[in-house]
């Protein structure tokens, strides 16, 4: 019985023909069921026989979604107690003092000790924490480019960008539908600067989730005729500094920040 550790080990042993003969709309649709126990690997009619034999007819159901992000989390605090802080914080654009790399989230500081001991004045949600562990962890401290690109565009966005555009540009939308004066105003609460060089838009403001994986809103408000419309975009070295997965959960974690927001406002 194999365990994978996400659903990208999965997706990257299929054919990715979005077939259909498994009765799921799209491969990546199918690894997300056998990761989550609903379907085993076999159920694939054009995988190959040598990698059901290699990994298994029978995947392990995964356990508490909540529980698989602990125990992430765990891991990358294990880590994060073998890398040379000082060094990292130089590489990351980030400080060092009384044995903590400090880094600049969204404008506010978030720490982390040679033992994975976190401290932050943002809400450190899991959203949030997991990619910036990663960053500290494996970021090569490439500088941004100004070279701005849609998700889709990144190296390894392709795999992800339909559903990051559900699970991140869409509700992030719908936010900015909702009461765009309170978007744009929630931006510049997460410290958003405007930039040079970028689309032309009602709302263009970038902000830094991350030292140098900064991200680009741009929000164009509904005209007569026209319907609104909300990008994101990234600079073209982010995954330089991020890999993919994290990159998606960071937006993902940005977008629940914003709705929380906005709910507190009275906005549904």
């Known amino acids: 019985m194999n365990h994978f550790n996400n659903l990208m080990e999965i997706f990257k042993l299929l054919e990715k023909s979005n077939c259909r003969q498994c009765n799921e709309p799209t491969c990546l649709a199918f690894a997300a069921a056998v990761f989550k126990g609903q379907k085993q690997l076999d159920e694939c009619p054009r995988l190959e026989s040598d990698i059901i034999k290699r990994f298994g007819s029978k995947t392990e159901k995964r356990a508490n979604p909540e529980q698989d992000i602990d125990e992430t989390l765990e891991q990358l605090k294990r880590k994060i107690s073998t890398i040379d802080l000082p060094s990292s914080a130089k590489r990351l654009g980030g400080s060092f003092s009384d044995n903590k790399l400090t880094l600049k989230i969204l404008g506010k500081d978030f720490s982390v000790d040679s033992k994975g001991n976190l401290s932050s004045d943002i809400h ?63 931006i510049h609460l997460f410290n958003g600067r405007k930039v040079e060089n970028h689309y032309e838009s009602d709302i263009s403001l970038v902000l830094h989730p991350l030292p140098k994986v900064p991200i680009l809103i741009c929000y164009w408000k509904p005209e007569e005729g026209l319907e609104s419309d909300l990008n994101l975009f990234f600079d073209s070295t982010a995954e330089e500094n991020l890999r993919i997965e994290s990159i998606f959960a960071l937006g993902t974690g940005l977008v629940r920040m914003f709705e929380k927001i906005a709910l507190r406002h009275g906005i549904k």
């Open 124 to 186: 450190m949600h899991q959203w949030i924490v997991l990619p910036v562990l990663n960053y500290i962890i494996d970021g090569a401290g490439i500088p941004a480019s100004g070279k701005w690109v849609p998700f889709r565009e990144l190296k390894n966005g392709k795999t992800w960008y339909r559903l990051f555009g559900q699970r991140c540009e869409k509700p992030l939308k719908k936010v900015a539908d909702t009461y765009t004066d309170l978007f744009e105003d929630m």
